[in-house]
């Protein structure tokens, strides 16, 4: 069940749907526009959100920014018409790549047997439109290489290039007044790859680059809105988890033995994971 919940007047979002794929939307209201952070992975998910802001009175919005490229936060855009779409030149590159492809089970079927699709998102975009395929790559109308700051009216919105492994189009939405950094999918792991992987290169510099926005609140698209306290735990963890990652790389044994001598306990689920995570990172393959 997704809720439309406001952090605070200007910031509102709706709650992921893990099943489907759903991420968070953020809601970004100024007094002169109002901005849409991701378009949502289907137009019934753009429109249930107009329908949340409907029900709260909210302006609709007039502006929407995507965070990257994957089909989870883009296949919305179609719904969004008469708003102004913003994204960065990456981003619309790579949705430039999905134009020619059909989405039939067949088409994705095969798309996933060459490696082009993942099955994660394949199911679920199964799940998510059924047997209606309707969707169309709408590309975005202004693009960005490094940072564009929107002023909404009372309140700005700093679109960041900040990539990693997720993608390396990834975007991130700071909302300075509000002290609120939506991080998007950013520091999430590769899924496009042979197996689920993070590089500690890659994200020991993402970490240093979110380090410098002065936030309070962090939006994981397919998490939570969390806690600068609990950000930074999460921060703390992956930073160690790279080092050892960089220290001892591909050996799950002793990166494992490591982490649990410096905090003084066993792993638990979420740390092996991103263990395993890094050390398909490691891993030439
Ligand atoms: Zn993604």
């Given at each position: 069940?997704?809720?439309?919940?406001?952090?605070?007047?200007?910031?509102?979002?709706m709650?992921?749907?893990?099943?489907?794929?759903?991420?968070?939307?953020?809601?970004?209201?100024?007094e002169t526009?109002?901005?849409?952070?991701?378009?949502?992975?289907?137009?019934?998910?753009?429109?249930?959100?107009?329908?949340?802001?409907?029900?709260?009175?909210?302006?609709?919005?007039?502006?929407?920014?995507?965070?990257?490229?994957?089909?989870?936060?883009?296949?919305?855009?179609?719904?969004?018409?008469?708003?102004?779409?913003?994204?960065?030149?990456?981003?619309?590159?790579?949705?430039?790549?999905?134009?020619?492809?059909?989405?039939?089970?067949?088409?994705?079927?095969?798309?996933?047997?060459?490696?082009?699709?993942?099955p994660?998102?394949?199911?679920?975009?199964?799940?998510?439109?059924?047997?209606?395929?309707?969707?169309?790559?709408?590309?975005?109308?202004v693009?960005?290489?490094?940072?564009?700051?929107?002023?909404?009216?009372?309140?700005?919105?700093?679109?960041?290039?900040?990539?990693?492994?997720?993608?390396?189009?990834?975007?991130?939405?700071?909302?300075?007044?509000?002290?609120?950094?939506?991080?998007?999918d950013?520091?999430?792991?590769?899924?496009y790859?042979?197996?689920?992987?993070?590089?500690?290169?890659?994200?020991?510099?993402?970490?240093?680059?979110?380090?410098?926005?002065?936030?309070?609140?962090y939006?994981?698209?397919?998490?939570?809105?969390?806690?600068?306290?609990?950000?930074?735990?999460?921060?703390?963890?992956?930073?160690?988890?790279?080092?050892?990652?960089?220290?001892?790389?591909?050996?799950?044994?002793?990166?494992?033995?490591?982490?649990?001598?410096?905090?003084?306990?066993?792993?638990?689920?979420?740390?092996?994971?991103?263990?395993?995570f890094?050390?398909?990172?490691?891993s030439?393959?």
């Open positions: 069940m997704q809720t439309f919940i406001p952090h605070s007047p200007r910031f509102w979002y709650t992921p749907v893990a099943e489907t794929d759903r991420p968070i939307l953020g809601v970004v209201v100024g526009h109002t901005l849409l952070i991701d378009a949502g992975n289907s137009e019934s998910h753009a429109n249930d959100l107009f329908a949340a802001m409907d029900a709260e009175g909210l302006k609709r919005p007039t502006l929407v920014a995507l965070t990257h490229w994957h089909w989870d936060h883009i296949f919305g855009l179609s719904a969004l018409t008469g708003l102004v779409s913003i994204a960065s030149t990456d981003t619309k590159n790579r949705m430039a790549r999905l134009l020619p492809y059909e989405w039939d089970d067949a088409s994705l079927d095969e798309r996933v047997k060459s490696g082009i699709e993942i994660f998102c394949a199911d679920a975009i199964r799940l998510e439109f059924g047997t209606e395929r309707t969707m169309r790559v709408v590309l975005p109308t693009t960005f290489d490094d940072t564009l700051t929107l002023d909404l009216g009372g309140v700005h919105v700093v679109l960041k290039h900040v990539g990693g492994d997720h993608a390396a189009d990834s975007v991130v939405a700071y909302i300075p007044e509000e002290k609120v950094l939506f991080l998007g950013a520091l999430y792991a590769n899924l790859a042979p197996s689920w992987r993070m590089t500690a290169e890659a994200t020991l510099r993402l970490l240093d680059l979110l380090d410098r926005f002065d936030a309070d609140v939006v994981w698209s397919h998490g939570e809105v969390v806690s600068r306290e609990a950000f930074e735990k999460d921060r703390d963890m992956l930073r160690e988890l790279a080092h050892l990652a960089l220290d001892f790389p591909g050996n799950e044994a002793v990166m494992t033995a490591q982490y649990e001598q410096k905090v003084g306990r066993t792993v638990n689920e979420e740390e092996r994971e991103l263990i395993t890094f050390v398909n990172g490691s030439e393959t």
